[in-house]
């Protein structure tokens, strides 16, 4: 067990809707990170949060959105939901962005399927 | 832009043998280099992972092999058991951004 939560497990919706996975990194962890699997693309990094605030952004869509609340806890907003979109979406945390070991720690994903 | 190339795609290897996979950087800039496994229906856990100012790490039956002149760098598992069946990411990043680029996974099967 990685310490970090993600809901809901399983996802389920239609094309054009909007949904919201959300994310508890580890105890004390400050930054959040958000990640999209899919089979043809990989892992691919979709944003980041230190401390309530976007620290990097990578591979994000303008449906998407991420914001990090006060208790470090991290929703990741996905709109407009398209085919594509389907995919497996891993919320990560560490410590912060300080040089030290530099390990993620991931949660067990949440798994959205658009029909 | 891929920045990090991963081969093979699959492996397969009896147990007690080796497994071997490679993977390749683009970006310079890159000094943390971390392998994740995945088991299915899990999300990706730390392996092991190095840092450029070594050339060879090894924990256990897992060991890092880093060329930073070629930009590559491999996992080897000594002695493959089938609990070692998984998917395996290569990683670079930036320390101490830590937005780390995966490769684009090996899916390792060890025969009993």
């Known amino acids: 067990d990685s310490g970090v939560t993600q809901t809901p497990k399983h996802l389920i919706t239609a094309t054009g809707q909007r949904v919201t996975l959300r994310c508890s990194p580890r105890?004390?962890?400050?930054?959040v990170y958000w990640y999209q699997q899919s089979l043809d693309q990989g892992l691919q990094f979709l944003i980041q949060?230190?401390?309530?605030?976007?620290?990097a952004k990578g591979n994000i869509l303008e449906r998407f959105s991420a914001q990090q609340f006060p208790d470090l806890h991290s929703e990741l907003n996905l709109s407009s939901l398209e085919l594509g979109d389907s995919a497996l979406y891993f919320c990560?945390?560490?410590?912060?962005?300080?040089?030290?070991?530099?390990?993620?720690?991931f949660g067990e994903g949440s798994r959205l399927t658009v029909l | 832009q891929q920045q990090v190339k991963q081969s093979p795609q699959s492996l397969i290897v009896q147990k007690g043998g080796i497994s071997i996979i490679n993977c390749a950087y683009e970006?310079?800039?890159?000094?943390?280099f971390p392998w994740y496994q995945q088991f299915p229906g899990k999300g990706p856990a730390l392996l092991i992972a190095?840092?450029?100012?070594?050339s060879e790490k090894k924990e256990g039956r897992f060991t890092i092999s880093f060329n930073k002149s070629a930009k590559q760098f491999s996992l080897h598992i000594m002695d493959s058991q089938p609990g070692d069946s998984a998917t395996y990411f290569c990683?670079?990043?930036?320390?101490?951004?830590?937005?780390?680029?995966f490769g684009s996974g090996t899916q390792l099967t060890v025969l009993p």
């Open positions: 990560a945390s560490s410590s912060g962005t300080g040089a030290n070991t530099g390990e993620l720690f």
């Open positions: 105890s004390g962890d400050l930054s």
């Open positions: 949060y230190y401390n309530g605030e976007e620290r």
């Open positions: 970006n310079t800039a890159f000094d943390y």
């Open positions: 190095i840092r450029p100012d070594v």
């Open positions: 990683a670079a990043s930036k320390v101490p951004a830590r937005q780390l680029t």
